[in-house]
T-cell receptor, first 113, second 112 residues
Framework: NAGVTQTPKFRVLKTGQSMTLLCAQD?????MYWYRQDPGMGLRLIHY???????AKGEVPDGYNVSRLKKQNFLLGLESAAPSQTSVYFC????????????FGPGTRLTVL | LAKTTQPISMDSYEGQEVNITCSHN???????ITWYQQFPSQGPRFIIQ???TKVTNEVASLFIPADRKSSTLSLPRVSLSDTAVYYC?????????????FGSGTRLSIRP
């Protein structure tokens, strides 16, 4: 099993550009999450999903959109990137509730110039 | 909101036992306490979870007093590879996602 994978690993954008980050999990987990981590900081939850076709806002959802069309995939979109969105983005999944063990991907390092 | 407070950093030496305490005064009846470990340039990794008293696995022990307002992660005989950031999370299985907050964690540095 690959666990949780993220694509791409690195990306540089110019202000105003758009992009989509892909997260895939092969553990048949119901819950999936997108976090961002700024230097020296903890993780902050952007959006999450409790199952295929569902999404919900986390702590810092502004400027991001998500979709969960298939159970194994969770997409994070930036419609118009801003320098404040420069961060490392982590995807995670868990079998059931939010306090179940979360399995994290390796992260995507995004720089917005 | 189940806010947690941890020391910003700790130092120790190889072979020592390290105890990291997390304060969570507003913990709710249904909340669990979960600890994660994060190495540089990697995603966090689950270490241990508990509800009350003591939980032990092959990696660590978790001590939770009766009032559950704090918890202590205990790492026995640490090595250089235990250098990482450790996060304490508090939340119930059906909590709103807004209550699951990683915070800044505790940066543990192990010296030879």
């Amino acid at each position: 099993n690959a666990g949780v994978t993220q694509t791409p690993k690195f990306r540089v954008l110019k202000t105003g550009q758009s992009m989509t980050l892909l997260c895939a999990q092969d553990m048949n987990h119901e819950y999936m999450y997108w976090y961002r981590q700024d230097p020296g900081m903890g993780l902050r939850l952007i959006h999450y999903s409790v199952g295929e076709g569902t999404t919900a806002k986390g702590e810092v959802p502004d400027g991001y959109n998500v979709s969960r069309l298939k159970k194994q995939n969770f997409l994070l979109g930036l419609e118009s990137a801003a320098p404040s969105q420069t961060s490392v983005y982590f995807c995670a999944s868990s079998p059931l509730g939010l306090t179940d063990t979360q399995y994290f991907g390796p992260g995507t390092r995004l720089t917005v110039l | 909101l189940a806010k947690t407070t941890q020391p910003i950093s700790m130092d120790s030496y190889e072979g020592q036992e390290v105890n990291i305490t997390c304060s969570h005064n507003n913990i709710a009846t249904n909340d669990y306490i979960t600890w994660y470990q994060q190495f540089p340039s990697q995603g966090p990794r689950f270490i241990i979870q508990g509800y009350k008293t003591k939980v032990t696995n092959e990696v660590a022990s978790l001590f939770i007093p009766a009032d559950r307002k704090s918890s202590t992660l205990s790492l026995p005989r640490v090595s250089l590879s235990d250098t990482a950031v450790y996060y304490c999370l508090v939340g119930g299985r059906y909590s709103s996602a807004s209550k699951i907050i990683f915070g800044s964690g505790t940066r543990l540095s192990i010296r030879p």
